[in-house]
C-alpha cells in the first residue's frame, strides 16, 4: 500500500532515488484524503476516479499509479482513516476487552467513518468487486480481531470452551449494525447492553 521505502542507489555515478520522495507520498496522501472526502459526502456510487483526480488537484497518471480502479483507492482512503477499535491488552482482561470493544462499535458507528462504512456496506450489495475487496480488508481482518479475543476469553475461563467465536461476534455486533443501517439510534449504553445480554456474566 505504501510506496517503496526511500533509499539511495548504490551505484556509483548515477543519481540518488531519493529525489521526488517525500513529494509522492504528499500526493499520495492528498490523493487519499480528496477520496475519502468525495466517498462520505457522495456514497460509492457518486464518485469516480475523475472527480478524485480533480479535487485532489493531480494528474491521471498519479492517481494509476498506485491503484487501478476506484474501489482500491476508496478502501484504501477509508482504511486509512479508520480508528483502532480493539482495546489494548496492557490494561484489560480478554472478556474487558470484548465488552469494551462492544462498546467502541457503537460510538463508531456514530461517527463520520461509521457512517462511511455503512455507505460501504450499501454499496458492496451491487458491486461484486467492491464486494471482493471490502470482505478481504476491511471484514475478515476486523472480524478476526474479535474472534480472537473471545478466544483469550475462552482461554481463561470467562467463557465456555463450547463458544462459537463468530457467532458470539454476530451476536455482538449483528443489531448495533442492523438499527444502524435502519437509521435507529446505537448508543454506547445499548451495546453495553446487548454484551450483558449474549454474555450473561
Known amino acids: 500500500m505504501d510506496p517503496l521505502k526511500r533509499g539511495a542507489d548504490s551505484k556509483p555515478g548515477l543519481p540518488k532515488r531519493t529525489a ?3 513529494r509522492s507520498e504528499k500526493t499520495r496522501r492528498a490523493i487519499l484524503k480528496s477520496a475519502f472526502r468525495l466517498l462520505r459526502e457522495n456514497g460509492f456510487a ?11 488537484g493531480v ?4 492517481v494509476y499509479r498506485w491503484w487501478k480502479n476506484k474501489h482500491e483507492i476508496l478502501l484504501e482512503a477509508y482504511l486509512e482513516s479508520m480508528g483502532e477499535l480493539l482495546p489494548s491488552r496492557n490494561r484489560l482482561t480478554a472478556l474487558k476487552r470484548l465488552r469494551e470493544y462492544t462498546v467502541r462499535v457503537a460510538a463508531f458507528l456514530q461517527s463520520e467513518n461509521g457512517r462511511v462504512f455503512l455507505k460501504l456496506l450499501m454499496a458492496i450489495q451491487e458491486e461484486r468487486e467492491l464486494y471482493d475487496a471490502f470482505y478481504e480488508k476491511v471484514f475478515q481482518p476486523r472480524r478476526a480481531e474479535g474472534c480472537e ?15 462459537d467465536p463468530d457467532f458470539v461476534i454476530d451476536l455482538l455486533m449483528g443489531p448495533q449494525i442492523l438499527r444502524a443501517l435502519l437509521g435507529k439510534e446505537v ?15
Open 20 to 22: 521526488g520522495r517525500p
Open 46 to 56: 457518486g464518485v469516480s476516479m475523475q472527480q478524485i483526480v480533480t479535487d485532489a
Open 59 to 62: 494528474s491521471t497518471a498519479s
Open 149 to 163: 479475543v473471545v478466544r483469550e476469553a475462552m482461554a481463561a475461563g470467562d467463557l465456555p470452551s463450547t463458544v
Open 187 to 201: 448508543t454506547p449504553d445499548l451495546a453495553a447492553r446487548i454484551f450483558d445480554y449474549v454474555v450473561r456474566k
